[in-house]
């Protein structure tokens, strides 16, 4: 922080200098309202210096002003503006209507509203505020900006986050939200260029997102692009450049105490140490330094806006590079989108937007995280004669057998995605008010994967001799049509608007995959399979296919605009569900909103400029569900094919392994949320708060069956649990503009959200997963009733047993000194499986933010920093072991290592059976905060920027994630799992890190 | 708004909405309707004799998967005797101890992957059985399919029912809800289910097959477990029939015992049933056997992960100049007959040689010695078994003259070593034929419930933990008993 503070004074020092040298020149200019219309009348004066004059019949104006002065337009019933002359001559200017404030619109599902007529908690966040981040993913920048939304990032180059709004609102399948961009609906918007965003609406309560019916259960993201302007050409450059560097680095015991932490290992398993002399391994290698790097991103947007009466465009070209922080992993993007709208009659409106995106990533295996953080130190990256250092060397057994720096070697993985994307829409008004729009959107892609396993001999158990080529692809064809009819009406005191509509989806990919052995490489021109040695090309395909039809309608009334009502209905019928399913699930909603700011009792009073107070109601369905989840299907896994015959042939083997219940219902959500909004004091401060509830129905997800019914799925897909969230969020934003210029905001917000299971059909049996390598083999999540959704679950550690006859008077008989003591919950004298239990939370409870901007003549400043708190993180890499792995620093400071060296820390023999076991050891804070974003710019003054036949120049220096504070003994803190029911299991995370890039914005 | 224009706005959003519906309900139902892409409804299945093939090739299969031939199975079937222990790394996989010293308890894992992988055995043999029968196709390949799922069945439940004593008795596919939860069946129910199964599918199967049939279960086999299954239960006249009626099939020893267990001794004439295992190129999930790499010599390319190694105790336990032991045991340093030599230095001083595969024919991305198959039932062990009910009929000569031929073979080109046992004695002849038993099927997953078969549980393995009353089975999955909802009890003192 004092670093900045510094910066900033300085900042100001440069300003006060330049104000000095002032000189008087004639201003002239028009003034007109926000559509154009000249306002006669106005009166403009120069801020803080003598010299007034108004606006004559046709809104021209001419005055004597300061170069560097400022001009102030003021006119009843328009906000007062404010505009800085910096040496121009002309100044055209439009006022914005005073009560604009309350005329401020938010896009909503099929339409857009006034803010003040919403009766559910919708918020939205500005294109420029997402831009302004350097996130390559415009879902990453609403990371701390909105109360309830929980962001996850993903470090991985060109990585998805994944974003949670009021808690987890689904288990099973497709816990995405759903992005609708333009009116074509997506899973994520990783493909789209930040920079071409106008503003996204975050739907949060049922009330808002029940007209999405169907795929509303995780939430609703509207996304609109930007649109082109009439009359005026804009072309607009942005660029930045920057490094990324791995933040908060977990230290690893060096080579010396490796070796050391290692011959205890042996010793306490009864066998001779293994290294004679650690001392003489020193440092060792670091890993971490070997592998990864100081990593640099790039990221051009070229756009040109423009117009003219009759048509619109925007076109924009945008390119990202992105280098991972792992040696020669990186990740680009080619954008360009093009939107063209139409104004064909006064009546009749049409237009389209289209994105065509390409991008490719050079890959590195998933599980070089897990290398890095195990591999001796005692193994060099390289040996004097440049071959690999191999960890065979060194006796280290088969669990440490790799260099890292070799898997990179040898791994040769490249992905592509070719993908156009975009929707068509025209609109008539049938009669005045009554609109007809019919929109047809599509999504096209082409991903190409391809996995070449070269011939290579790097270390002992680190080579291979037959050459593989895999190649993959995925086609995916999707698209959605939709119909509606808007009919907006005011008589009198009745504002009313109705919408109906109608829309049909379809979705479908088909995924090849093909292999074969023996394919040389000289070059990537090798790379076809008719090359690979016969009999060895395998291939294999799926697909996937579902559709959708629905059906909707909306009314939208108020009284006096003071009295708010919104009512809609959805009815969705989903592939998904047939053969047995419900086909159809309904999706009411109802609002219900009092602005008492417009009631005759508060017309006297001067603190609230806008006091709301609103209440909603409604159901949204969640249908990412296993398709047909009622159809018992075949098994034909390769598994299942016979052998046979002296030559020992393979035979198609088939049969039934599942079972299904023969109905499934849509899984629902009911959500109630109160909240108020206030703007006070001039409009300076605005809060806005919120409470709700919902509660999921009917959770579709698989829960565990009898082993003794023989399947070999690890449960049975059904209508299976409820829960709730339930919690309030808080937003508090405070913007003014001091007397000497200073403009500023400052917004807070924090969202609380508490999970809960409230039924599940198995009773009180736990549904236990986290059944994966990562955590030993051993399950490290649970659900059941009572507790929140995938709680840690696990023994409890009383302590560290220090010596054997503390282990004989225990419960754990075949315990040895070092191990962890755990509490017998059900005290039967005896330590087993029984005895586990709740361990933590991987569901956040705060989420919050603080957001910050400044704005001093041509400095910019904006600082914001975001958290989460009262949250678990379960640190799997600690005990993820199966021989000689490495420790962190910390477990080797703190390990036991004989009677009395802690009461805490087990000792190397952490990988065992019995301390590996899912505890509460590995369980740690997950809370954190963090300075999120810190950007400095400069606007040059438009006589430098004309001089260079620009009208605006500014450059900018940021910083993302700057400053991480937390207590968690992994890399970060920010952990999503591979599902809801593994999130916050952390092993093989790909680490945190810290991007500083220096940008240009420039438009002519 | 007047009253016409009302009128008229309310005719055009009829028009409307009423074009709206008819465009899209015209399509609704067919648009919805969407079966699954890429799969098989059940429904369309066991139509023809191509379903009925397939289906009963996915019972064989599924006796190779992990929990069949794997850590489960060693865990519950190899590791508690006194012939193998973990091996591996000290710190790796250290719950095999708790079978090893008898403290795992029902929430062990091993348990569950064990009971859960027999059940898939059950349940594919279940739709065979339940579902063929009304299938159009040649009768008597019908009936001989019928024949072989009963044997992986009555196999499945024999392996079931002598870790956990009785069992759920699943002899049909259940048909709905109702019948998913059921009690656990007597031991000697279940004993009753599977000699059924195996009577009948001896009356049933060819003697043997040719050609691409080669590897399905014989009449020798369905007999061989059968006679097995009545020695576990005492049964020595059954024992003694079912033993000589394979005795007159024409099996015989292969000359080499430890060329018996190497690739080109698979389905030998020693064979009477192995399970079917290959490295299929070009087909990992069929090649997808681990039973040999779990075991295969641990630090050496192509070898294995080093688990269920031979103790010491096994090592001392052969008499002098037994070919059989230099067979059974890899020892750290050696050279094996198939030219591999092993590291002077490891984790362990000795592994399994009966699973291993020489690390040559080791292939990238497949398992190693995914090609091993799993000797279930050797024509010595008949001869044995044939031997131990003849003496506990009282006809010692026709023990005596069984447990040679055994022995002979073992002797190899040493006629000094292995005397011929000659006592008749019973109660020394039983403890010859049990001590052959031990040296001939080491580490084959028999000595542990051999032991307690002979009710020398607490005698051998008491040392180790071993409790009588309690150990002669192991507890019931506790999450079984969890979803049965108390339905499934407990073995005793658990």
């Keep these: ?1004 | 708004m007047t009253l016409h224009q009302s009128k008229y706005l309310m005719k055009t959003v009829k028009v409307a909405v009423v074009t709206l519906v008819v465009t899209f309900s015209s399509c609704k139902n067919d648009f919805l309707d969407i079966d699954p892409q890429g799969e098989q409804a059940a429904a369309a299945f066991w139509t023809s004799e191509a379903d009925a093939t397939k289906a009963v090739n996915a019972a064989y299969a599924s006796l190779r998967s992990w929990g069949n031939t794997a850590f489960p199975a060693l865990a519950v079937e190899s590791i508690p005797g006194d012939d193998a222990e973990k091996g591996s790394s000290p710190t790796d996989a250290t719950y095999f101890n708790d079978y090893d010293n008898f403290t795992a308890t029902s929430t062990q894992g091993q348990l569950g992957g064990f009971w859960e992988a027999q059940y898939q055995n059950i349940n594919y043999a279940n739709q065979v059985l339940d579902n063929i029968p009304s299938i159009t196709m040649s009768e008597s390949l019908k009936s001989r399919y019928l024949a072989e799922v009963k044997f992986i069945r009555a196999y499945s439940y024999f392996r079931l029912v002598r870790a956990f004593g009785g069992v759920p008795l699943r002899l049909k596919v259940p048909k709905d809800a109702t019948e998913y939860n059921i009690p656990r069946a007597s031991a000697a129910e279940v004993y009753a289910a599977i000699e059924k199964d195996l009577t009948e599918a001896a009356a049933a199967l060819p003697p043997s097959y040719s050609g691409e049939d080669v590897g399905r279960v014989t009449k020798g086999a369905a007999l061989a477990l059968h006679a097995k299954v009545a020695m576990y239960q005492q049964k020595w006249s059954d024992v003694l029939s079912y033993t000589n009626q394979v005795m007159g099939m024409g099996y015989s020893l292969v000359s080499d015992f430890e060329k018996e267990f190497r690739l080109e001794n698979e389905n030998s004439t020693e064979s009477i049933f192995e399970i079917q295992s290959a490295l299929v190129v070009g087909n990992a999930p069929a090649s997808n056997s681990q039973y040999s790499q779990v075991q295969g010599v641990r630090g050496v390319t192509g070898g294995g992960w080093g688990f269920n190694v031979p103790t010491q105790e096994l090592a001392n336990a052969f008499e002098p100049g037994d070919t059989r032991k230099d067979a059974t045991i890899i020892f750290r340093g050696e050279t094996t007959p198939s030219g591999d030599a092993i590291p002077a230095t490891g984790d362990n001083p000795m592994y399994n040689q009966k699973s291993y595969v020489p690390f040559r024919l080791y292939v990238t991305g497949y398992n190693e010695g995914a090609q091993q198959n799993i000797r279930v039932l050797r024509y010595s062990e008949v001869l044995l078994m044939n031997a131990e009910a003849a003496n506990e009929l009282n006809n010692p000569v026709q023990a005596i003259a069984s447990l040679e031929i055994v022995r002979a073979r073992a002797r190899g080109s040493n006629p000094l070593a292995l005397p011929k046992v000659t006592t008749t004695d019973k109660a020394a002849l039983r403890t010859a034929i049990w001590n052959e038993r031990r040296y001939e099927l080491a580490m084959e997953g028999d000595r542990y419930f051999d032991v307690i078969r002979q009710g020398r549980g607490a005698q051998v393995f008491g040392a180790k933990g071993w409790k009588a009353g309690k150990n002669e089975v192991w507890p019931i999955p506790q999450t079984e008993i969890d979803l049965s909802g108390g339905l499934l009890t407990q073995n005793p003192n658990y």
């Design chain 1, 1 to 1004: 922080m004092k670093k900045f503070t510094i910066i900033l004074l300085l900042a100001f020092v440069v300003v006060f200098t330049t104000n000095s040298i002032a000189q008087q020149i004639a201003v002239k200019g028009r003034v007109s309202d926000n559509k154009g219309i000249s306002l006669p009348g106005v009166s403009i004066r120069i801020k803080n210096g003598q010299g007034a004059t108004q606006a004559d019949q046709n809104g021209n104006y001419s005055i004597n002003a300061p170069s560097n002065g400022t001009l102030v337009f003021s006119f009843i019933g328009f906000q007062v503006l404010e505009v800085p002359v910096n040496g121009r001559t002309q100044i055209n200017v439009q006022l914005q209507d005073a009560t604009q404030e309350l005329q401020q619109v938010v896009v909503v599902g099929y339409g857009t509203q006034r803010k003040v007529d919403v009766t559910g908690s919708v918020a939205q966040v500005k294109g420029g505020d997402i831009s302004k981040q350097v996130s390559t993913d415009a879902a990453s920048s609403l990371q701390g900006k909105v109360a309830g939304v929980q962001i996850t990032n993903s470090g991985s180059p060109g990585g998805t986050p994944k974003v949670v709004i009021r808690g987890v609102g689904t288990i099973y399948g497709n816990t995405n939200l759903l992005y609708v961009v333009d009116g074509m609906w997506y899973d994520n918007i990783s493909f789209l260029n930040p920079s071409d965003i106008e503003s996204m609406s975050i739907l949060k309560d049922a009330s808002a997102q029940s007209i999405y019916g169907i795929r509303a259960a995780n939430g609703v993201i509207l996304v609109t692009t930007k649109k082109g302007s009439k009359n005026r050409t804009v072309i607009d450059y942005t660029g930045t450049a920057g490094l990324q560097s791995l933040s908060n680095e977990v230290e690893m015991a060096n080579g010396n105490e490796y070796a050391t932490i290692i011959n205890e290992l042996y010793t306490s398993n009864g066998k001779a140490a293994l290294f004679n002399n650690p001392q003489s391994f020193g440092a060792g290698t670091n890993w971490y330094d070997a592998a990864l790097r100081t990593a640099f991103i790039t990221n051009h947007q070229l756009s040109i806006n423009g117009g003219g009466e009759k048509s619109t465009y925007n076109f924009s070209l945008g390119y990202l590079n992105q280098e991972g922080l792992v040696k020669g992993n990186n990740y680009r993007r080619y954008t360009a989108r093009f939107n063209n709208d139409y104004t064909l009659s006064d009546k009749f409106k049409a237009g389209f937007n289209i994105t065509g995106v390409y991008n490719d990533s050079t890959d590195v295996p998933g599980g070089i995280w897990h290398e890095l953080y195990s591999s001796a130190p005692v193994v060099p990256v390289y040996n004097p004669d440049g071959s690999y250092g191999d960890p065979y060397a060194f006796s280290l057994g088969s669990a440490v057998q790799f260099n890292p720096m070799a898997t990179l070697a040898a791994y040769n993985v490249k992905g592509k995605r070719y993908r156009a994307t975009g929707n068509a829409y025209a609109s008539y008004e049938i009669l005045k008010g009554l609109t007809f729009k019919t929109s047809f959107g599509g999504d096209f892609g082409e991903m190409e994967y391809r996995n070449y396993v070269g011939a290579y001999n790097y270390t002992q158990a680190q080579k291979n001799t037959t050459t593989k080529l895999t190649m993959g692809r995925v086609n995916t064809r999707n698209w959605i049509i939709e119909n509606t009819l808007t009919y907006d009406k005011k008589l009198n005191d009745h504002n009313v608007t109705l919408l109906v509509g109608q829309s049909a989806q379809r979705y479908k990919s088909y995924t090849s995959r093909a292999s074969g052995e023996g394919v040389p490489y000289d070059s990537e021109d090798d790379l076809y399979l008719k090359l690979a040695t016969t009999g060895t090309v395998l291939y294999t395909d799926g697909g996937s296919l579902s559709t959708t039809a629905s059906y909707f309608g909306r009314a939208n009334y108020n009284y006096k605009n003071t009295y708010l009502l919104n009512a809609s209905l959805r009815a969705d019928g989903f592939s998904q569900f047939y053969g047995g399913g419900n086909l159809w699930g309904y999706f009411p909603s109802v609002g219900l909103g009092w602005v008492v700011t417009n009631e005759p009792f508060m017309k006297n009073q001067h603190l609230f400029n806008n006091l709301k107070l609103r209440g909603s109601w409604g159901k949204v369905g969640n249908a990412g569900v296993p398709i047909n989840p009622t159809i018992v299907t075949v098994n034909n896994a390769a598994s299942l094919n016979a052998i046979f015959g002296a030559n020992q042939n393979a035979y198609t083997g088939a049969s039934i392994s599942s079972i299904a219940y023969p109905t499934i219902n849509w899984e629902r959500i009911a959500g109630t949320n109160v909240g108020f909004e206030a703007a006070l004091l001039n409009n300076k401060l605005s809060i806005e708060g919120d409470y709700y509830n919902k509660i999921t129905e009917d959770a579709i997800f698989a829960i565990p069956v009898l082993r003794s019914l023989g399947l070999t799925s690890s449960g049975v897909v059904s209508n299976q649990a409820s829960f709730r969230n339930r919690g309030a969020e808080l937003s508090v934003n405070w913007r003014n503009t001091t007397e000497n210029g200073l403009t500023y905001s400052v917004g807070a917000n924090v969202g609380m959200n508490v999970n809960k299971v409230t039924k599940v059909t198995s009773g009180s049996n736990p549904i236990l997963t986290g059944a994966t390598g990562i955590t030993n083999g051993a399950v490290v999540t649970r659900t059941v009733q009572g507790r929140p959704i995938a709680e840690f679950y696990g023994y409890e550690v009383a302590g560290i047993f220090q010596n054997t006859s503390e282990v004989a008077s225990s419960a754990q008989p075949t315990a040895a000194p070092g191990d962890f003591r755990y509490v017998d919950q059900n005290s039967d004298g005896l330590i087993d499986g029984r005895d586990r239990t709740s361990i933590g939370n991987p569901n956040p409870k705060y989420n919050y933010g603080i957001n910050t901007n400044f704005g001093y003549k041509n400095f910019d400043l904006s600082l914001d920093f975001q958290g989460v708190a009262d949250v678990d993180v379960y640190n799997a890499n600690i005990a993820y072991r199966f021989g000689n792995e490495n420790f962190t620093k910390d477990f080797y400071n703190n390990r036991w290592h004989g009677e009395g060296t802690s009461t805490t820390y087990p000792s190397a023999n952490v990988g065992s059976t019995t301390n590996s076991a899912p505890s509460s050891f590995y369980v740690e804070s997950g809370a954190y905060f963090r300075v999120r974003n810190v950007q400095l710019g400069y606007t040059f003054p438009k006589s430098i920027a004309s001089r260079l036949k620009m009208s605006r120049l500014r450059v900018y220096a940021n910083a993302q994630n700057p400053i991480n504070i937390f207590g968690y003994k992994g890399f970060s803190p920010e952990v999503s799992g591979a599902s809801v029911l593994t999130s916050g299991v952390d092993a093989n995370v790909y680490p945190l890190y810290s991007t500083y890039n220096f940008g240009l914005n420039v438009t002519f």
